[in-house]
């Protein structure tokens, strides 16, 4: 079963930015997604990439602010995140889209002044 681990995460004021990494521990060669999960509210789809990376699309509330990107050679997924708003303070997790039961311990992103 491969593993998927989320790093990069932390504290960030508001109009700061984060990239965010998903370490697979086998092939991702699938379709990926980035999710997050406020609290109090259930987890979402923020951003979702073709196997290719040749397409993606997001959440209306991160379009133009974040970007999803792949490396498939190193196994990676990757969430270029600008223009941090609190609204984005969350536990984010990297998942195959759509998602399967197998969730890494995610990467907490908090964005306060």
């Known amino acids: 079963q491969v593993r998927l681990v989320e790093s990069g995460g932390g504290l960030v004021q508001p109009g700061g930015s984060l990239r965010l990494s998903c370490a697979a521990s086998?092939?991702?060669?699938?379709?990926m997604g980035w999710y997050r999960q406020a609290p109090g509210k259930q987890r979402e789809l923020v951003a979702a990439?073709?196997?290719?990376?040749?397409?993606?699309n997001y959440a209306d509330s991160v379009k133009g602010r974040f970007t999803i990107s792949r490396d498939n050679a190193r196994k990676t997924l990757f969430l270029q995140m600008n223009s941090l708003k609190p609204e984005d303070t969350a536990v984010y997790y990297c998942?195959?889209?759509?998602?399967?039961?197998?969730w890494g311990q995610g990467t907490q992103v908090t964005v306060s002044s």
């Open positions: 998942n195959w889209y759509p998602n399967r039961p197998v």
């Open positions: 990439i073709t196997t290719s990376g040749g397409s993606t």
């Open positions: 086998g092939s991702i060669f699938s379709a």
